[in-house]
Structure formats: structure tokens, C-alpha cells
């Protein structure tokens, strides 16, 4: 009996197929090495991927604009040292942000990633390079200091308030502001200012700036949890654990 030309197409893709099959399992490996590894974090294509992954939501897609602090300004760079970085990227700062190292972990402090310092490192200076200024860092002074509250409700009067004071579209002393921001926060914002929004650095002395930091710091409201502002202590790893 003599079979249609369908008939006859059917029967060979059928050989073809089964022919394919017998060919067995492709060789362990082969698809993992066909794929493109992502590029590291010793690049700045690797840098820039961790950053709108894991960074961009709260700095701003670049490094501005963000609901957290810029970090397209030189002038923060080259007063923060990259192990004062490394440590905030890696403990994180309390409740306002997680910390990305395995030592972040325990209690309220949960890691948002398991990053090694050495790979903190890499993002770190990859941000230098993108956004920071050539050479060393300067001597570190970013640590805050309180001065005195009376004094600094005085600066702030003369220097703050017609800006910032409550009441204005850009109040800093709104109770809800005051509660998630940690004294650090404060000197920051009033040494670096958000470029980003047209607040210009500080212009105020050491002095005047950590009396202003006081002043603010004392209207935080009494129901506000220090200890969730607060970074969390760096746990150190268990006997036998290799992440550093």
C-alpha cells in the first residue's frame, strides 16, 4: 500500500527526533559554561548592577534624589574613610538600613545580603571612583558630636529656621523625621547638606554645628527608640566560620 507524502513526512521527523534522543544527556557542565558569567565587583558594570539592585531604592538610581542621603557628593567622599563605609555598608544603621555582611546578623539587625568585607570593599571603591574625588580620603572628622542644645536652638533660629523650621515645606524639626534619623543623620545633613535639592554644605563652625545637632536630638520625641536608630554591633563569626 503506498503511503501519502504526509504519512511519509510524519515518519521521518519521528527518526529524526527519536535519532536526537539517543544521543543522550548533554556533558555535566556544558550549559553552565555556554552562559555569560555577570560581571564582578571588581568592575564597574558589577558595581553599578549591585547599586540599582540593592542600593538605588533608597539613594536614587544615581546617587541622587533619594529618600536617603546622596551619594554622588564628592565632598562626603573625601571626608569619609572607605573602612568607616565599609563598616556602615556592612552592619548597616539600625532600622533605617540593613546591613550587608553576615556580621549584621542576629536580633532586630537581619543581613539583607551575606557579603564578605573583601566584596564591601570592591563596591566601595568602585563608588569612590564613580562619584568621589581622586586621592586619599581626608582625615576622618564625620563622627558627630553634640554641643550644647541651648546654644544650638539660638543657631538655629538665626541660621536653620527660615528653612527648615516647623511649619515650612522642608521642617526638620517634625517629630516623625526626628524619630528616624540618628544624630549622625543630623550632622551629616547639616555638614554635607542635599546637594541633590539645593542645600548647599554648611557654612556654620565645628562648634556651631555640633551645638545645632544637640538642639535637634533633644526634640526627638521621648516615645523614639534610641536603641532602633543606633547601628547594630558587628557579631563576630562562630568558631570554624570562614566569613570575614
Not at 540593592?54 to 546617587?63: E, S, T
Not at 557654612?203 to 521621648?222: F, I, K, N, Q
Not at 534610641?226 to 563569626?237: F, G, H, T, W
Request: aromatic letters at 6%.
Amino acid at each position: 500500500m503506498k503511503r501519502s507524502p504526509l504519512v511519509m513526512v510524519l515518519s521521518m521527523s519521528t527518526c529524526v527526533a527519536l535519532s536526537a534522543c539517543g544521543r543522550g544527556a548533554l556533558p555535566p557542565g556544558a550549559v553552565e559554561a555556554a552562559a555569560v558569567p555577570p560581571p564582578g565587583l571588581d568592575t564597574p558594570e558589577g558595581v553599578a548592577n549591585f547599586w540599582s539592585s540593592n542600593c538605588a531604592g533608597c539613594h536614587g538610581a544615581d546617587g541622587q534624589l533619594g529618600a536617603a542621603r546622596p551619594l554622588d557628593d564628592p565632598l562626603w567622599w573625601r571626608t569619609m574613610p572607605d573602612a568607616q563605609v565599609v563598616e556602615t555598608v556592612a552592619v548597616g544603621l539600625g532600622r533605617l538600613m540593613p546591613g550587608f555582611s553576615a556580621r549584621a546578623k542576629g536580633g532586630p539587625y537581619i543581613a539583607y545580603a551575606n557579603l564578605g568585607d573583601a566584596e564591601i570593599e570592591l563596591v566601595v571603591k568602585g563608588l569612590r571612583a564613580r562619584w568621589g574625588t581622586p586621592g586619599e580620603p581626608a582625615a576622618a572628622g564625620a563622627a558627630v558630636r553634640l554641643g550644647d542644645a541651648a546654644r544650638g536652638a539660638s543657631v538655629f533660629a538665626n541660621a536653620c529656621a527660615s528653612c527648615h523650621a516647623n511649619g515650612t515645606a522642608a521642617s526638620v524639626t517634625d517629630p516623625m523625621f526626628l524619630a528616624n534619623i540618628t544624630d549622625q543623620g543630623l550632622w551629616s545633613a547639616v555638614v554635607f547638606g542635599r546637594p541633590d535639592l539645593g542645600k548647599a554644605a554648611t557654612t556654620l563652625s565645628p562648634g556651631e554645628v555640633a551645638d545645632v545637632v544637640a538642639h535637634l536630638a533633644a526634640m526627638r520625641p521621648a516615645w523614639a527608640s534610641a536603641a532602633a536608630l543606633d547601628p547594630a554591633a558587628p557579631s563576630k563569626p562562630a568558631t570554624g566560620d570562614s566569613t570575614p
